[in-house]
């Protein structure tokens, strides 16, 4: 039984073919800076956009075409799902795929029978992860749809719902230990608050903070190593999310005492919502050894809210790598498509074409950043940029054997700062746009 009869393996074709089921760029055993693309991009297919998204928004229904479902959150249906997505992951040849328990299996009528359904369904992704080689970047807990969590779950207001949610991950990251997940991710769903009138802050973040040392202690219990990963999200669903961006998470894991337990998945139309640019949010995390994985997709610069786009944009791929090849790549986290197709492109072939693009314009991106690292002309103008810390006081002050007194004196004798070069920004902006 085929779910996509029309589509067969989709191959590398190279920049001049002309089918849209080719990888143009994506060559998944092409060298880039002595790794295969494949090894490097480490691309990833989500199992709730692709194989849980309806289509439906705030202002309509239902309009994706799924022949394959029969309308139920049935366990039956669950079963029948693993067999569509593996036949669609197979066949796009992305590596990894990443899901949240409630994407990929229903709840029951108590947390033993949720369980008891969540193993069902990981034995059968187990037999297909073993049978096609697809692996899984990460598994997480979906804490934000169920009623329950109204009001969050590591930081509600009751506390039983807190109990709900560790018991949830605990058996989240059980399942993602169980089929070899190599990464663990907390995004903060509910985890926030409308109004700070009815809010304890201090308490909902000590108890948030609480809540991760005891998911650290249990998978240390049975042996997951996978990375945990924070996803920050500066809005949505709550006003204010506590993991607002990368700079709120570091801070928190840092006054937590979780600085070895987690790294950031960094997410491009979060980063935006949140005011910066994904290449800061990047950058911002990596320098400081936190970047651990993206969730790579794009907003509308038109509309405000997180409309989760596959990525397009060459200049935005091109950014994100250059700091992911500085860094020597991504793994054990990867480039996880958290995108969805717009409601209007509601054939199953659509999520062909969007993942096709994605890998496409980071491959791309990969291609044109390797090149801009490898020429050196921007690491030259940087480097010659800061050069006044190379030798001479500002060597001095790096080292740490100067104080103000010493500053002063240095001053107070030359009179006057030496000048400062040009930022030559534009011809920067140039210089990239000749490797795009
Ligand atoms: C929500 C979001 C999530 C996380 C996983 O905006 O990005 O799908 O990636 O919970
Ligand atoms: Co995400």
């Not at 060298?31 to 490097?40: A, P, R």
């Not at 669950?78 to 669609?88: G, I, N, Q, S």
């Amino acid at each position: 039984m085929s779910y996509f009869p029309e589509v067969s393996k989709i191959e590398f074709e190279g920049p001049d073919s002309r089918n849209p089921l080719a990888y143009k760029y994506y060559n998944a055993s092409e060298t880039l800076c002595g790794k295969s693309m494949e090894e490097l991009l480490r691309f990833s297919v989500c199992y709730w956009h692709t194989f849980r998204g309806t289509g439906v928004d705030p202002f309509g229904a239902p309009t994706m075409d799924r022949p394959w479902e029969d309308g139920t959150d049935s366990v039956d249906m669950a079963l029948k799902r693993v067999d569509v997505a593996f036949e669609f992951i197979e066949k796009l040849g992305a590596p990894f795929y990443c899901w949240h328990d409630r994407d990929v299996a229903p709840e029951g009528s108590s947390l033993k029978e949720t369980n008891e359904i969540l193993d069902r369904v990981a034995a059968k992704l187990k037999a297909e992860q073993e049978r096609t080689g697809i692996k899984l970047l990460w598994g997480t807990a979906n804490m934000f749809s169920n009623p329950r969590f109204m009001h969050g779950a590591a930081t509600s207001c009751n506390a039983d719902v807190f109990a709900y949610g560790a018991a949830q991950v605990k058996k989240a990251i059980e399942v993602t230990h169980e089929l070899g997940g190599e990464n663990y991710v907390f995004w903060g769903g509910r985890e926030g608050y409308h109004n700070l009138f009815n809010t304890d802050m201090k308490r909902e973040l000590d108890h948030l903070a609480s809540f991760m040392h005891m998911a650290h202690e249990h998978a240390k219990s049975i042996g997951f190593t996978g990375q945990f990963l924070f996803e920050p999200k500066p809005k949505e669903p709550t006003k204010h999310q506590y993991d607002f961006d990368a700079a709120a998470c570091l801070n928190f894991i840092r006054s937590n005492g979780l600085e070895d337990v987690v790294k950031l998945n960094i997410e491009t139309n979060h980063a935006t919502l949140a005011g910066h640019t994904m290449m800061h949010e990047l950058e911002y995390s990596s320098m400081q050894g936190y970047l651990g994985s993206i969730d790579a997709n794009t907003g509308d610069l038109l509309l405000g809210w997180d409309t989760d786009q596959f990525p397009t944009d060459i200049y935005l791929t091109t950014q994100c790598m250059l700091v992911i090849l500085k860094q020597g790549g991504l793994a054990p986290g990867g480039i996880n498509f958290d995108a969805k197709v717009r409601r209007e492109s509601f054939e199953p072939i659509d999520l062909f074409y969007a993942h096709i693009g994605g890998m496409d314009t980071f491959a791309r991106g990969a291609k044109i950043a390797a090149k801009i690292i490898e020429e050196g002309r921007l690491a030259e103008i940087v480097t010659n940029r800061y050069s006044s810390w190379d030798s001479g006081i500002g060597a001095k002050i790096e080292a740490g054997e100067v104080n103000f007194a010493d500053l002063e004196t240095y001053m107070l004798k030359k009179g006057e700062a030496d000048p400062s070069g040009s930022g030559r920004q534009e011809l920067i902006e140039n210089l990239i746009n000749e490797y795009i």
